[in-house]
């Protein structure tokens, strides 16, 4: 069965400091690795999406890294602000599936000022 | 439009009642797709349109659950005799083609069944 596990649940941070989320897959056959940032009562924004030959990729302040031979993914952020309070849902693509996409179930960031 | 727009935004129902979900996705998308979101959970996938079939509707929990996109453009999601556990969130989304890279979502609809 495909799955997209995610750590940790829920993680609290001061404004400014970086902080590091957690995805390990378990889908085959992989297309890609996409993190989203989903903002209470909104719907997922796409953040970075990563093919199976990149290693890493980054939007601003959000650096992501893959290791595709272990199945893991990290998202980096960097100085923290408090509008990066969000869910943070880490999203796989199976290739030849009508589905496409597998979703974990997040980590809650909340930023403290 | 810009983004895929959801209406409405919140939907509260008595339990057994019928329910309509609309969806307008981006002008030209192809690929619609519905989701179901549980506080504190990821998406479930639902249902996925390509134009105006159904492509893939193994993601429906049961028959109480139907969706259509006569035209496909529009899709909407109709869930008859309402149940408690069907109090969710309803996302839909929309890509250009099927395996497209982009995939743009709605803000949701919240549905509470009461």
């Known amino acids: 069965k495909n799955q997209v596990e995610q750590s940790p649940q829920s993680l609290i941070i001061l404004e400014g400091k970086n902080c590091t989320l957690q995805?390990?897959?378990?889908?085959?056959?992989?297309?890609?690795l996409r993190w989203y940032k989903q903002d209470t009562g909104r719907g997922p924004v796409s953040l970075t999406i990563?093919?199976?030959?990149?290693n890493t990729k980054s939007n601003g302040r959000y650096t992501a890294t893959l290791d595709a031979d272990t199945k893991q993914s990290s998202l980096h952020i960097t100085a923290s602000q408090l509008s990066d309070s969000a869910s943070y849902i880490c999203v796989v693509s199976t290739s030849g599936s009508a589905r496409q996409l597998t979703f974990g179930s997040g980590t809650q960031l909340t930023v403290l000022p | 439009g810009a983004g895929v727009s959801q209406t409405p935004s919140n939907k509260v129902t008595e339990k057994g009642k019928y329910v309509e979900l609309r969806c307008d996705p981006i002008?030209?998308?192809?690929?619609l797709y519905w989701y179901r979101q549980s506080l504190g959970q990821g998406p479930e996938f639902l249902i996925y349109?390509?134009?105006?079939?159904?492509?893939?509707d193994s993601g429906l929990p049961n028959d109480r659950f139907f969706a259509v996109r006569p035209e496909g453009s529009v899709s909407t999601l109709k869930i008859q005799r309402t149940e408690r556990g069907d109090s969710a969130v309803y996302l839909c989304?929309?890509?250009?083609?099927?395996?497209?890279?982009?995939?743009?979502f709605g803000s949701g609809t919240r549905l509470t069944v009461v």
């Open positions: 995805c390990n897959y378990t889908v085959s056959p992989f297309s890609n």
């Open positions: 989304a929309s890509s250009l083609n099927a395996g497209g890279s982009g995939y743009t």
């Open positions: 990563m093919t199976f030959s990149e």
């Open positions: 349109f390509q134009g105006t079939g159904a492509a893939d």
């Open positions: 002008s030209g998308h192809t690929a």
